[in-house]
């Protein structure tokens, strides 16, 4: 086993990076910026991250490992608190000027889509099912449904009000924790005859 990566090390890269994508934008940025920004090898940021993309997006969007959403005790609520979550994540400065990029990076190159899915959407993924299964134990679901139909419910629509509609996001949490909410617990009408 190796030695333990050093936590200040990672906050260099990812200040870096943060202050870079400010200064630079996305299309600006390099390893070789950020490692003299940082004042570490390059070798110590391939350590960390395969990818440009993949340090950009845990700079600016989240890290791959996700803390477990907060329990606020109803489906509603905890729907909530993840937009909230994803809207905070998506309005930092650096994400702002990351966001376009990236999706572009990752829409042309079939090998880093596979690696940004298995990297962050599987992670986001769990910590949506587990809210899901939470809500299940408490009742306010039958059954767990489709979990990446949810996620593209939760984020879809912050997506869209940031980056095509060029809104703010007042409101946005309560708003869609209660329409996700609504659709997930809603019965289905009977098919027609």
């Known amino acids: ?13 990812l200040t870096a990076t943060r202050e870079l994508l400010a200064h630079s934008g996305y299309a600006g940025l390099t390893m070789d910026a950020v490692a003299e920004r940082a004042g570490i090898g390059k070798s110590a940021i391939y350590r960390r991250y ?13 890290v791959p490992d996700l ?9 509603e609520g905890d729907l909530a608190v993840l937009v909230q979550e ?14 376009l990029g990236l999706l572009a990076d990752i ?16 992670r986001e993924q769990a910590g949506i099912r587990g809210l899901l299964e ?21 984020t879809g629509p912050v997506f869209t009000t ?10 946005l949490a309560a708003q869609l924790g209660r329409l996700i909410a609504a659709a997930l617990t809603t019965e289905p009408a ?3 005859p």
């Open 107 to 122: 829409g042309t190159s079939p090998d880093l889509a596979v690696h940004f899915h298995q990297t962050f959407v599987v």
């Open 1 to 13: 086993m190796g030695r333990p990566r050093d936590s200040r090390v990672d906050e260099a890269i």
């Open 86 to 99: 994803i809207v905070d994540h998506l309005t930092a400065p650096a994400a702002t000027s990351a966001v």
């Open 50 to 62: 395969a990818t440009k993309q993949d340090m950009v997006f845990a700079a600016a969007i989240h």
């Open 134 to 154: 939470r809500a299940v134990a408490r009742g306010e679901l039958r059954t767990l449904p489709d979990v990446s139909l949810v996620h593209a419910l939760v």
């Open 67 to 75: 803390p477990a959403s907060p329990d606020t005790g109803t489906l």
């Open 162 to 171: 940031l980056y095509l509609q060029h809104r703010t996001p007042d409101g």
């Open 190 to 192: 009977p098919p027609r």
